[in-house]
């Protein structure tokens, strides 16, 4: 589990291929190493990787992840290439501050940047997502976008999509790679953990079992 508070920004150095599909990702990072274990997980940009790999080198700290064909399909292709920049975080503890909301690292859609609004010093961003996450994005709600917390400014249906707003303060753009934000940038997505639930148990209760 995860807070969705980025605590690095990570650089893919090297993205081999392994067999037809996977990827074996190698991450540079600011983490002290030699406190990360083999098998821990590391949220890299809203995904749960599982660290497979790691050291210090002549270069800084780093960490190897496996990225599986299917995982390659449901998330933003763009992060996954050599030089890209990741929003990384480390898994909750017991006793952890929870500054954002609760994360599983799952994703749930791959949204798309269509707006950038200024506004003062900060910044407004209108993504836009699949329809079937409308019942899961309210105003005021929490989303994780890339790994990072955010509280839903407004939504509005629009009938095969659902567009929304999230501000983006001067810290966030400046811990985070949102710093760097271009209209058409894709975005990985992971709803509410509390709005997936209470869908399931509204479903649940329409369509009972005999």
């Not at 509005?156 to 966030?172: A, K, L, Q, W, Y």
Request: net charge negative; with cysteine; glycine share 10%.
């Amino acid at each position: 589990m995860f807070t969705g508070i980025t605590t690095d920004i990570g650089m893919v150095r090297s993205a081999e291929q392994r067999g037809d599909r996977d990827l074996r990702l190698t991450i540079a990072c600011g983490y002290d190493m030699d406190t990360v274990e083999l098998g821990s997980s590391i949220a890299c940009s809203g995904v749960c990787f599982t660290v497979v790999d790691k050291g210090p080198d002549a270069d800084g700290s780093w960490f190897a992840v496996d990225v599986s064909g299917e995982t390659l399909s449901r998330t933003a292709n763009d992060l996954w290439r050599e030089g890209s920049k990741l929003n990384l975080e480390r898994s909750l503890r017991i006793g952890d501050e929870l500054g954002g909301h609760i994360v599983s690292g799952h994703v749930d859609s791959i949204g798309e940047l269509i707006e950038v609004i200024p506004e003062g010093g900060s910044f407004r961003i209108v993504v836009r997502a699949p329809a079937d996450l409308a019942p899961f994005i309210a105003p005021k709600g929490s989303i994780t976008l890339d790994g990072v917390s955010l509280t839903v400014n407004d939504v509005r249906d629009t009938g095969d999509s659902t567009e929304f707003s999230v501000n983006i303060i001067p810290h966030t753009a400046e811990i985070t790679t949102f710093g760097e934000t271009a209209v058409g940038r894709h975005l990985n997505v992971e709803i509410d953990v509390i709005a997936r639930y209470l869908e399931r148990m509204l479903a649940a209760r329409a369509h009972p079992t005999a």
